[in-house]
């Protein structure tokens, strides 16, 4: 099982739809979690962290937490074309030194 | 967050040769990463600079192959040794500071090797 799995996609919805991103854990010492969003050719840029149970919401997105079910989401509503590039889920244990496991990302595709 | 530069950006290096790529942030920061993205995968952690000793490596990956510097908290190097075509990739330095309840990488820009 690998520690932090993501559907790859591509995930296609329609301009102005919600698009939901899906992620789920093994390690359930994991505290962090992170969601990056990553332009072909680019490196990966922050959006969103969660650290609790529930929903954080940051303008168009909202990261979802659920550490009973080792799953995090990320909904992002009104999706737009630039919204279009792959997201990378990330989990990280307690303690400032433990290292960050990455997915493999979801590539995501906003149709005009 | 803070402005972290990488140079080169980019470079196409012959086989059996070594590339060394700078990493730089505008502001101190407690930790520093380096990591590979190989075409179409997500990201591998090579190791973790540590200022001031050696670096931490991750299972696969070894200093002769990668060797690593990190003399103070603004600035790190990567050292791609003896490359081959399999080192083609995007090799990324990324920063975290250690502050309470945040605990957040950043990413640089990133260097994309090809290997000839």
């Known amino acids: 099982q690998k520690e932090v799995e993501q559907n790859s996609g591509p995930l296609s919805v329609p301009e102005g739809a919600i698009a939901s991103l899906n992620c789920t854990y093994s390690?359930?010492?994991?505290?962090?979690f992170f969601w990056y969003r990553q332009y072909s050719g680019k490196s990966p840029e922050l959006i969103m962290s969660?650290?609790?149970?529930g929903d954080k919401e940051d303008g168009r997105f909202t990261a979802q937490l659920n550490k009973a079910s080792q799953y995090v989401s990320l909904l992002i509503r009104d999706s737009q074309p630039s919204d279009s590039a792959t997201y990378l889920c990330?989990?990280?244990?307690?303690?400032?030194?433990?290292?960050?496991?990455f997915g493999t990302g979801t590539k995501l595709q906003v149709i005009p | 967050s803070a402005v972290i530069s990488q140079k080169p950006s980019r470079d196409i290096c012959q086989r059996g040769t070594s590339l060394t790529i700078q990493c730089q942030v505008d502001?101190?920061?407690?930790?520093m990463f380096w990591y590979r993205q190989q075409p179409g995968q997500s990201l591998t952690l090579i190791a973790t600079?540590?200022?001031?000793?050696?670096?931490?490596?991750e299972s696969g990956f070894v200093i002769d192959k990668f060797p690593i510097s990190r003399p103070n908290l603004t600035f790190s190097t990567l050292t791609v040794s003896n490359m081959s075509p399999e080192d083609s990739s995007i090799y990324l330095c990324?920063?975290?500071?250690?502050?309470?309840?945040?605990?957040?990488?950043?990413f640089g820009p990133g260097t994309r090797l090809t290997v000839l």
């Open positions: 990324s920063v975290q500071w250690i502050i309470t309840s945040t605990d957040t990488q950043y």
């Open positions: 502001s101190q920061v407690t930790m």
């Open positions: 390690d359930r010492g994991s505290q962090s």
């Open positions: 969660i650290y609790s149970n």
């Open positions: 600079a540590n200022q001031g000793s050696e670096a931490t490596y």
């Open positions: 990330a989990v990280k244990k307690s303690g400032g030194y433990q290292k960050v496991t």
